[in-house]
């Protein structure tokens, strides 16, 4: 209708979208991190209140460190949540991250089946329990994915003398998750981190059989992607999360998440 009512209601419309008046669009931040952070419900359960204090929306894509740290390298991140130290470092020294910072831990442990056809339970050693899943011909899921979980588990084969192959070693090339249901119906052995883990008992009729190795210890960092390499990351945004994340309301916002009464990430916030 070209009525005069309709006309100024136009000029008003117009002249607040000149001068910036209109609806506001809310600030985003492209958070990636680990399918494990996201399969436990970590994510979702840290990043409720700086969603509700900051008015800051997180879209968080969940996937392997390794994937993480290349949609990093794209620009297609603002910040990663990663576990695969070697892989992190690689990452700020290349130039593509900056300002690292140490933000929880959890660790891995050995899962499988209850009758343990390797008699592997109550090893203290995960690589002599590859090695021993390795000679009885047990299946075995691997990761398949290069994420931290997979580069671990590499490397705990690499010292059993690499990993089996044929038929029983399945490269799932998936998630934490969709692996051990496939570990469950498959009746197969797996490196799980514990976080995963617990979300996941209830639903999977596997034991934890292999657990409490240093060399299990699973740390977690947290960088922010380089807007030197990327113009168009949302900087600003980035570091306030990551500064809410490390401070001691997101630090205890990690050691309060529990499953079941257990702790699945602990704080470690202490520096670079």
Known sequence: MNTPACKALLAVVLALLATGCGPKVPERVRLVTTTSTDDSGLSTFLLEPFQEETGIQVQVVAVGSGQALELGRRGDADLVLVHARKNEDEF?????????????????????????PAAVRGLASPAEAFGKIKASGATFVSRGDESGTHVREKAIWAEAGGPPTGPGYIDAGQ?????????????????????????????VGLDVLVEGDPALRNPYGIILVNPEKHPDVNASGARKLRDWLVSPAGQARIGAFQIGGQVLFHPAATGT
């Open 92 to 116: 700020v020294a290349q130039g593509w991250g900056i300002e690292r910072r140490d933000i929880m831990w959890n660790d891995f442990l050995v899962a499988g089946p209850k009758s343990d």
């Open 175 to 203: 998630g934490m998750g969709p692996c051990l249901l496939l570990a469950n119906q498959r009746q197969a052995y797996i490196l799980a981190d514990r976080g995963t883990w617990l979300a996941y008992a209830s639903r």
